[in-house]
C-alpha cells in the first residue's frame, strides 16, 4: 500500500533503472468471498491467477465442458472416426480416454511444479532441453492451428446451414459448398474472433452456463429424437444399439484401432483444464477432483448416447445420411439435424455454432500466449512477446495465430474438398505427438523423486509413462497409414495421403523452422535461457 | 497535494504524462503514475489456460513504468504504481482515495480521430462516477512547461453561481489569470450582449471578490450550436477548462453534462471537470481544490527554468 513513507524521486536523478515501483491490489480482486470471483497479483498464491474456492463445482464443470465443445467436437469427429471403426465407435469413445487420463495426471503435476504459459513448451525444455522443447512447443502451436481453422470451418458450415432453415431455402446450405464465399466467411469468422481477443474481451460466467446447458440440453434431445425414430421404423438406416459395439476387439485391425484412439484423443482434448484447477485452491482440493469426475462422467456420457444414437440412426453405409458417406461425414450434424429434430433442427445449428464460435475464441488465446511465451524465452522471434499497453493482451502472437490458421485454411480449402475431415484427422496426430512428449516430459523431470511415494509413482511416472508411450504409438501408427493416398477423406497430393502431410509435414516443417531459427537464437537453442525459473524442483 | 495520473505506454498515456507534468509543476503537485493491470475474471482465465501470462504482463508493465519515469523531469515528484484492479477507472479511483489525491488525471481515446477529446471507456467511467476532478488532456498534448491560464465554462443563468464562485476562489488561490467563458448558441448581434452582462452581474453576485480583478476576464462565444461557439473562441496553449457536471450528478460526484460533452468534442485544450457542489474548502467542504492549496508557481519562471 501506498504511503507516505515511500522514498521520494531524488531530484538529482534521471536515470530511470532505480524506479521504485509499487504494486497493490484493489480489495475487490481478491478472492475473499464466494461471489467474487478474481485474483490477486501480490501473494505467492494468488500470482498464479485464480481461486478454485471462488469457481465452485459448478463452475469448474461448466468451464470443463466448455473447453471440450462436446457438440462441436462430436459433429467433426463423429464421421471420420466411424469410417475406421465403423460401429465400434463408442468402444473407441470410451477407450481413447484412458492415455487422454493417464497424460492429464503428468499435465496437472508438471503444471503445479511449473505453471508457464508455455506449457508443453516450458515442460519439455526443462526436461529435455530446448532442442525437443522447441518441437514440443510447435506441435502444441500447430494443433491450435489446425483447429482454429477446422473451428472456424465448421462454423462457417453452420452459419448456411442456419440461415437456410431460417429463411427455409435449402439452396443457401449449399453457399458453404461455394468454396470462394466459403473462404471469405471463414475469414470474417477468423478475424471477429481475433479482435476479440485482441481487445481480451472476457467471457461471463451466465454466459458460459448457458452455452453449456444449451449444448447438452440439444444433444440429448437430439439422441433420444433419433432413437425414437429408430422405435418407430422412421430412421435412415435404423439399427437398435448393440453391446458389441462396445467391444473395442471387434476393432478390424489395430491400423484401425490407432487411428480411432488418436481422433479420440482429439475429442478430449481440454478436459485437463479442470485438473491444472487444483492448482489454486488452498486447503480443500476436493472440488477440482469432483468437477473433473462430473466432466468426464458428464462428456462420456452424451459421447456414448450421441454416438450410439447416431450410429442407430444412420448405419455405417454410404447412403445419403450414412455415416461413411464423405459428403457428409465432415461435418455429421449439418446432415441430420434437419432429418431427425425437423423443424427443430435449428436449434441443432445454433448450438454447434455457438459451441464452435466460442470455441474458436477460447482457443485462440492460449496458443497467442504460449507463442508470448515462447519468445519471452528467446526461442521465437522476439516480436511475438508484445503485450498491448492498452488491453494488455499478447497482440502481435494473436494476430500471428490468427493470420497463419487463416492462411493455412484458405490454401486447405482450395487443394482439399473434405478439409475438415482431413484437418481433425491431423488434428488427433498432432496432439497425440505433443501430449505425448509432454507426458514423457514429466516422467523425465520428476525421475528422481517420483517413486518415493505411491501417490507421486502413479501420477508422476507409471501414468504418464504408460500414457505418453500409448500416445506416440499411436502417433507413429497413424502417421505410417496416413501415407496411403486413401487414408482420411481419400485427398492425396502427389500419390501421398493429405494427412500425412498435414500430420509428418508439419514436423518436418517444424524440424526446418527450428534450424533456421536456431542460427538466429543462439541463445536459448545453446541452452542458455532458464526457461520457467521459479519452477519448484522436485528432483 | 498530489495527481493520480493515468498511464499506459500509448499516446495516451504520454499524453496524460505530459499533462500531468504540466499540473504538477505549475501547482508544485507530486504525481503517482498509475499503470492499471487488468484482473482477468476467474472463468475466463480458466478458459484462457493457466500459467504465468499474469507475471509476463506485469514485468512488461514494470517496465513500461521505468520508460514513464524517464520522461519525467527532475523537478518533479513522481511515484511510481502498478495497480491490479477490475478495470482501469476502479484502479485509478482506488488510488486516487489510498493517497488522497486531488485529481485524476488521463489522456484521450483514439476512437473518434476527427475530435479532440475522444472520450474512452475510461474516461466515459471517471466522467460519470468519479468523487474528484477528472483532466482529460487532449489528443496530441503535448505542454508539459506550465499551466498559465484557467477558463471556467460557465451559462449566463443563475445556476452557474457556484461555479463562477469557484473560479474566484480558484484564481485567488492560484494567481494565474482566470477567464469566465460562456458558450452561447446564437450569433452575437441577437445576444447583444446581454450574455456577457450577466456572467458579470454573477461576478457581483459572488460571495467571494477576486484580488486581482484584473485577471479576471468574461468571454462570450457565439455561433450556430455549441461545437461553432467553442470554435469561435481563442485557446490558449497552456490553458486548461473548467468545467461542471450535470445535475444529475450525486452531490459530490462528477457527471458529464450533455453541453460539456459537446464542448469536449471541439475543445482544443484539456478539460476539468469537477464534481457537483464543488467548493473546497468553503461551505465546510473537505474537499481538495484541484489547484492545490499553494499559489501555484509563477508561469513565466516556469517557463525559463523549463527551457
Redesign the interface.
Known sequence: MPSSSQQRKDPGRSDGAGVTIHTSTSPIVRPSTPDVTIIGGDGKKQAKGLSAASIGLVGATVIGVSTIAPAYTLSGALGPTVSVVGFHLPAIFLLGFIPMLLVALGYRELNSAMPDSGTTFTWATKAFGPWVGWMGGWGLLASTVLVLSNLAGIGVDFFYLLLSQIFRNDAIADLTRNVPLNVLTCLVFMAGACVISYRGVEETKRFQIFLVSFQLLIMVGFSVVAIVHVLNGSAFDGHMPNIEWFNPLGVDSFSAFSAGVSLSVFIYWGWDTVLTLNEETEGSDKTPGRAALLVIAIVVVLYLLVACSTLAYSGVGDGRLGLTNGGIQENVFAALATPVLGPLGILMSIAVLMSSIASLQSTMVSPARTMLSMSFYGALPKGLSRIHPKFQTPSTATVTSTVVAAVFYTVMRFVSEDVLWDTISALGLMVCFYYGLTALACVWYFRKSSLRSVRTAFSQFIGPLLGGILLLIFFVRTTIDSFDPAYGSGSSLFGVGLVFYLGAGMIVLGLVVMLVLSRRLTSFFRGEVTVAPGAVDRA | MRYIVGY???R??REALNLGVALGRSMGAEL?VVLV??????????????????????E???E????A??S?P??V??????????NAA??LM??AE??NAGAIVVGSSSKSSWLWHGIGSVDNALLHRAPLPVIIAPRGYENSIAITAIDCAVSPKDDSIGLVEEAIATLNRTGIPVRLVCMVDGSAEEDEGRVKEAVEGLIEDSSLTPDEPEKLEVVVGHGRGISEAVESLDWKEGAVLMAGSSKLAQKGELFLSSTTSKILAKLPIPIVVVPREYHPGRYGSEAQPWTGQLRAIDPDRARKTGK
Open positions: 499506459s505506454a500509448d495516451r498515456g503517482d493491470l487488468k484482473a482477468e475474471d476467474a472463468y475466463a482465465g480458466a478458459l484462457r489456460g493457466h500459467g504465468n501470462y499474469a507475471e509476463l504482463v506485469k512488461r508493465a514494470k513500461w513504468l521505468r520508460e519515469a524517464e519525467v527532475a523537478d515528484v513522481a511515484r511510481y504504481h502498478l495497480r491490479r484492479s477490475v476502479t484502479g482506488e488510488m489510498s493517497v
